[in-house]
Protein backbone atom coordinates (compact mmCIF):
# COMPACT_ATOMS: atom_id res chain seq x y z
CA UNK A 1 0.00 0.00 0.00
CA UNK A 2 1.67 3.40 -1.08
CA UNK A 3 0.44 6.79 -0.09
CA UNK A 4 -1.39 7.35 -3.50
CA UNK A 5 -3.37 4.50 -2.98
CA UNK A 6 -4.64 5.96 0.33
CA UNK A 7 -4.87 8.88 -1.52
CA UNK A 8 -6.84 7.76 -4.22
CA UNK A 9 -9.41 5.46 -2.12
CA UNK A 10 -9.93 8.67 0.04
CA UNK A 11 -10.66 10.73 -2.93
CA UNK A 12 -13.55 8.21 -4.12
CA UNK A 13 -14.80 8.14 -0.62
CA UNK A 14 -14.74 11.80 0.12
CA UNK A 15 -16.73 12.52 -2.98
CA UNK A 16 -18.05 9.41 -3.57
CA UNK A 17 -17.89 8.84 -7.66
CA UNK A 18 -17.13 6.94 -10.16
CA UNK A 19 -13.84 8.18 -11.70
CA UNK A 20 -11.30 8.05 -14.30
CA UNK A 21 -7.35 7.60 -13.23
CA UNK A 22 -6.89 10.64 -14.58
CA UNK A 23 -9.71 12.38 -13.51
CA UNK A 24 -8.34 11.11 -10.10
CA UNK A 25 -4.35 12.23 -11.00
CA UNK A 26 -6.03 15.76 -11.08
CA UNK A 27 -7.22 15.71 -8.06
CA UNK A 28 -4.47 14.54 -6.24
CA UNK A 29 -1.56 16.03 -7.59
CA UNK A 30 -0.03 12.42 -8.94
CA UNK A 31 0.57 11.54 -12.97
CA UNK A 32 -2.24 9.54 -14.74
CA UNK A 33 -0.12 6.95 -15.96
CA UNK A 34 1.02 6.57 -12.10
CA UNK A 35 -2.39 6.52 -10.54
CA UNK A 36 -3.78 4.48 -13.93
CA UNK A 37 -1.38 1.33 -12.78
CA UNK A 38 -2.33 2.06 -8.95
CA UNK A 39 -5.68 2.06 -9.55
CA UNK A 40 -5.43 -1.49 -11.09
CA UNK A 41 -3.33 -2.53 -8.64
CA UNK A 42 -6.19 -1.80 -6.36
CA UNK A 43 -8.59 -3.58 -8.43
CA UNK A 44 -6.88 -6.04 -8.70
CA UNK A 45 -6.85 -6.42 -4.29
CA UNK A 46 -10.29 -6.29 -4.07
CA UNK A 47 -10.34 -2.51 -3.22
CA UNK A 48 -11.61 -0.64 -6.30
CA UNK A 49 -14.03 -2.07 -8.97
CA UNK A 50 -13.09 -1.63 -12.40
CA UNK A 51 -16.61 -0.14 -13.86
CA UNK A 52 -16.09 0.04 -17.79
CA UNK A 53 -12.91 0.50 -19.43
CA UNK A 54 -11.78 3.34 -17.76
CA UNK A 55 -13.79 4.42 -14.66
CA UNK A 56 -12.96 3.09 -11.01
CA UNK A 57 -15.11 3.04 -8.09
CA UNK A 58 -14.60 1.96 -4.57
CA UNK A 59 -15.54 -1.14 -3.02
CA UNK A 60 -16.72 -2.25 0.12
CA UNK A 61 -13.35 -3.73 1.16
CA UNK A 62 -11.95 -0.31 0.16
CA UNK A 63 -14.48 1.64 2.58
CA UNK A 64 -13.70 -0.49 5.25
CA UNK A 65 -10.11 0.14 4.80
CA UNK A 66 -10.19 3.45 4.78
CA UNK A 67 -12.34 3.83 7.52
CA UNK A 68 -9.96 1.75 9.77
CA UNK A 69 -12.59 -1.19 9.72
CA UNK A 70 -10.27 -3.82 7.61
CA UNK A 71 -6.91 -4.73 8.64
CA UNK A 72 -3.85 -4.64 5.36
CA UNK A 73 -3.91 -8.20 6.23
CA UNK A 74 -7.11 -9.07 5.11
CA UNK A 75 -6.32 -7.25 1.86
CA UNK A 76 -4.87 -9.48 -0.83
CA UNK A 77 -1.78 -8.68 -2.35
CA UNK A 78 -3.04 -7.73 -5.94
CA UNK A 79 -0.50 -7.56 -8.58
Do not use: H, W
Not at 7 to 25: G, N, Q, W
Not at 41 to 60: E, F, I, K, P, S
Request: with cysteine; proline share 1%.
Amino acid sequence: MTQADERIMEFLLEKDIIASPSVIAANIDYTGEYISRRCRTLANAGLLQRVDATNYRLTGLGKGYIKGDVDSSEISKGS
